[in-house]
């Protein structure tokens, strides 16, 4: 049998995922469709924040070819709102996502490597994040420290990192100890050296789904701050949507939620399935499980 | 045991001077000070006498070590002083809101688990079957619908146009129960898909072991492998699942709380948010926390009794 490096044997695994390939084109289409309102294609960005005296005649549209999700409280076009609320999932998933994982990464690698009281002080920093409820410390981050988008990844990112490094530190424990560790120190290499190139590689699946499942909360968590109020004037989100259906639906205008939750639900649901297929694939313990 | 449980609960004391210290750089370098000052003081005693005299009264003048410290002495002595937007004493409203959200999440959450232990079993014994497949489907649908819409669509369908429910409201005692139903099947609606997911995975993996196939090998019946060997085996990932969420339940669900009117300790958070009523926000978070730490105290002691290998360590 022709030997195959491990990455390759993941994607094949993968492959072979019906469920995971589907969702994995449904995210690559939401990531397009993100990038639509740069180009404004199809005057998509006018029609989803632009409203005057015409777009008042016709406010609340039903579900039509012209509007598919009808046309909101001033006639903005539901559909495209929608599309433009992807860019803000899909910003707040990213954002906060790369900034979270360097975090833990960083913190549970040196705190597992070097153990001592580095391990302490870090085992203590991670049990205080984890007593306070981490709502609070994003609510009160957004709440007093400016309402953008921006603010909101880095509340997300302060509050989500210890899960991961507490995976990261756990392996460093371990692999501190193996023989190849032992032989990489013989030769030379450097602590950032195995730190990065021998232990590291070994918890990167764990980062990939991480990374990929933190989208599904960060992007619910999205709608409950839109919920109580702290979400971005004037950028429309999922989030401001159901927000806004919340006194419509009751007069039977279901535009805002029905736009907003099947854009939403598509993506959660291709991100949950897809995050599965991955962790099948790339962890060899879990294999036969599902 | 008695080492181990003094030693513990020393531990305890740096975490929690971590906790109001996080808190505290939280309020005073995000600029939450400032801003509260001058959204709870009316606009026309925004005059630099006023907001010095106020600045006095709640100690804000003092240097920040010693604010510092009249937070931990007001929780160790757990008195918080009073609300500024009701003026009601802090801890008397703390007692009357925490019963209000244990009664709404302690029965949710032991239906919830009841029924996804239910579904899991299902889905684990006829695994691989379309039933399975059909429920794993369902709890990712689940998973994937924000809860916010779910409520939307449970008070408007439900309680507006049909009428099954009250739409929201409160009283205290057993009327309360009316209220509830709604509120109650939300919850389990919104949870049931995750867990019904970690209890399947907790089952088929203990229904890989050794020992169970040992027991079909000698011929015990399927029903009996189930019930005797899997499930009650299983049961030790699913109890630690359990008991983690606990202290979680005390704190109620905010949205849930919100839009039912419930009384409850996340409606009164969000109020305080929105009030800017930094006493009961303090009080709240410092609250919370002491639930956290002291039922992850209570689990780990009880493991420790379990366990005499913890002890050690």
């Known amino acids: 049998m022709v030997h195959r490096k491990p990455w390759q044997l993941a994607v094949s695994r993968l492959s072979s995922n019906k469920g995971a390939m589907v969702s994995f084109f449904i995210i690559v289409g939401y990531i397009l469709m993100a990038l639509l309102p740069f180009v404004d294609f199809v005057g998509l960005k006018t029609s989803a924040t632009l409203f005057n005296d015409e777009t008042l005649k016709n406010t609340f549209a039903p579900f039509t070819l012209e509007h598919p999700f009808g046309t909101d409280h001033v006639g903005r076009d539901v559909f495209a709102r929608a599309v433009m609320g992807t860019q803000v999932s899909l910003f707040l998933g990213f954002a906060s996502g790369l900034m979270l994982i360097p975090i833990a990464i960083v913190i549970g690698a040196i705190s597992g490597y070097y153990g001592g009281w580095i391990d302490e002080v870090a085992g203590y920093l991670m049990s205080v994040i984890v007593a306070i409820p981490g709502m609070l410390i994003i609510l009160t981050l957004v709440q007093f420290g400016g309402r953008s988008f921006v603010m909101i990844a880095i509340a997300f990112a302060i509050t989500g990192w210890v899960g991961l490094a507490r995976v990261v530190r756990a392996t460093f424990l371990q692999a501190r100890e193996y023989e190849y560790v032992l032989a990489a120190r013989a030769l030379g290499a450097s602590d950032f050296r195995i730190i990065f190139f021998h232990i590291l590689p070994n918890v990167f699946h764990f980062v990939i789904i991480t990374f990929v499942l933190n989208f599904v909360e960060v992007i619910k968590s999205e709608v409950f701050l839109a919920f109580i109020g702290l979400s971005v004037a004037n950028i429309p989100s999922w989030g401001t949507m159901i927000d806004l259906s919340k006194q419509e639906v009751i007069a039977g205008n279901w535009q805002n939620l029905a736009g907003a939750t099947v854009f939403m639900w598509v993506f959660l649901a291709a991100l949950n399935i897809f995050g599965d297929g991955l962790r099948d694939a790339l962890d060899p313990k879990l294999r036969n499980k599902s | ?313």
Not at chain 2, 197 to 226: C, H, N, Q, S, W
Not at chain 2, 252 to 267: A, H, N, T, Y
Not at chain 2, 275 to 293: E, I, R
Not at chain 2, 300 to 305: E, G, K
Request: hydrophobic share 55%; proline share 4%; net charge positive.
């Open chain 2, 1 to 313: 045991m008695f080492s181990y449980l003094v030693r513990r609960i020393l531990n305890l004391i740096p975490l929690l001077l971590g906790v109001i210290l996080v808190f505290f750089l939280l309020f005073n370098f995000v600029g939450g000070q400032e801003s509260f000052l001058y959204n709870v003081l009316p606009a026309k005693s925004h005059t630099v006498e006023q907001i010095a005299y106020y600045k006095h009264k709640y100690g804000l003048d003092k240097p920040l070590i010693e604010q510092y410290f009249d937070l931990v002495r007001q929780v160790a002595t757990f008195d918080f002083g009073r609300s500024e937007s009701t003026k009601q004493k802090i801890t008397t409203l703390i007692a009357r809101h925490v019963p209000n959200s244990a009664i709404l999440t302690f029965p949710a959450f032991a239906m919830e688990i009841i029924i996804a232990l239910i579904i899991a079993s299902l889905a684990a014994f006829y695994r691989g079957s379309l039933l399975d497949k059909s429920l794993t489907f369902l709890s990712v649908v689940g998973m994937s619908i924000s809860m916010l819409v779910l409520i939307i669509l449970g008070q408007t369908l439900l309680a507006y146009e049909w009428k099954l429910f009250p739409i929201s409201g409160w009283e205290n005692g057993p009327g309360a129960i009316r209220y509830l139903l709604l509120p109650w099947l939300l919850w389990v609606l919104v949870a049931v898909g995750y867990d019904v997911r970690f209890f399947r995975t907790a089952l088929v993996e203990e229904g890989e072991k050794d020992y169970v196939r040992t027991a079909r090998a000698k011929g015990v019946p399927e029903r009996r492998i189930i019930f005797r060997h899997i499930l009650k085996n299983a049961m030790i990932p699913v109890l630690t699942y359990v008991v983690i969420q606990i202290p979680f339940l005390l704190t109620g669900s905010i949205l849930l709380e919100r839009f039912f009117s419930i009384p409850g300790i996340g409606d009164l958070m969000v109020s305080a948010i929105f009030s800017y009523d930094l006493p009961v926000l303090k009080a709240v978070v410092l609250v919370y926390t002491l639930f956290f730490v002291g039922f992850t105290l209570v689990t780990d002691v009880l493991y420790a009794l379990v366990d005499p290998r913890v002890r050690l360590n």
